[in-house]
């Protein structure tokens, strides 16, 4: 089992620009998140799939696009990129269906870096 | 809002000694999740608390329901477990995490 996969690894943007960050699991999870993470701060939550079909704001969605392509897939989408965009971003998934509460499980993060 | 607040921020060990992180968390979150950030950035979940204690190997993390404050111990400490160390508290809106604690442990 691959965990929970996240492409690209590292990406530089000029501003303006728009790019989507992809991720799946093959734990066969129902719920998906979407997290970014600055120096000084604690995870934020982007975005959140709570179970195939459904996606949901969280704490800082301003920016950013989410679709639940299927029960494995989850992408990121910026449209106009920022330079306040820059940050690491990590993909997550639990088990239960709308488990916000449960134990998750992290892909190995995204290094965005907006110009 | 769900509120949670580590501390230390920073801590440096010698080798075995016994290592202490502390966690206090708001009314409202339900579940107390312990999780680690490997220097080269990868996160993997350490425990999941909603009352007791829970051990794994040379790790072992309790809660305080009433105090709404959680410890996460080493013991044994040795090199291998430098890393960054996150609580986070679950509730309705998700999980609220901390800043993180950076502890390196020195040979």
């Known amino acids: 089992n691959a965990g929970v996969t996240q492409t690209p690894k590292f990406q530089v943007l000029k501003t303006g620009q728009s790019m989507t960050l992809q991720c799946a699991q093959d734990?066969?999870?129902?719920?998906m998140y979407w997290y970014r993470q600055d120096p000084g701060m604690g995870l934020r939550l982007i975005y959140y799939?709570?179970?195939?079909?459904?996606?949901d704001k969280g704490e800082v969605p301003n920016g950013y696009n989410v679709s639940r392509l299927n029960k494995r897939e989850f992408s990121l989408r910026l449209e106009s990129a920022a330079p306040s965009q820059t940050s690491v971003y990590f993909c997550?998934?639990?088990?239960?269906?709308?488990?916000?509460?449960?134990?998750?499980?992290f892909g190995p993060g995204t290094r965005l870096t907006v110009l | 809002k769900n509120e949670v607040e580590q501390s230390p921020q920073n801590l440096t060990a010698q080798e075995g000694e016994f290592i202490t992180i502390n966690c206090s968390y708001s009314?409202?979150?339900?579940?107390l999740h312990w999780l680690q950030q490997h220097p080269g950035g990868g996160i993997v979940s350490l425990f999941m608390?909603?009352?007791g204690k829970k051990k794994h190997g040379r790790l072992i993390a309790t809660i305080n329901i009433q105090e709404k404050h959680s410890s996460l111990h080493i013991t044994a400490s040795h090199p291998r477990d430098s890393a960054v160390y996150i609580c986070?508290?679950?509730?309705?809106?998700?999980?609220?995490f901390g800043k993180g604690t950076h502890l390196i442990i020195q040979p």
């Open positions: 799939s709570a179970s195939e079909g459904t996606t």
């Open positions: 608390l909603s009352s």
């Open positions: 997550a998934s639990s088990e239960a269906r709308g488990g916000l509460t449960d134990t998750q499980y």
């Open positions: 734990m066969n999870h129902n719920s």
């Open positions: 986070a508290g679950g509730g309705a809106d998700g999980l609220t």
């Open positions: 009314v409202g979150i339900s579940a």
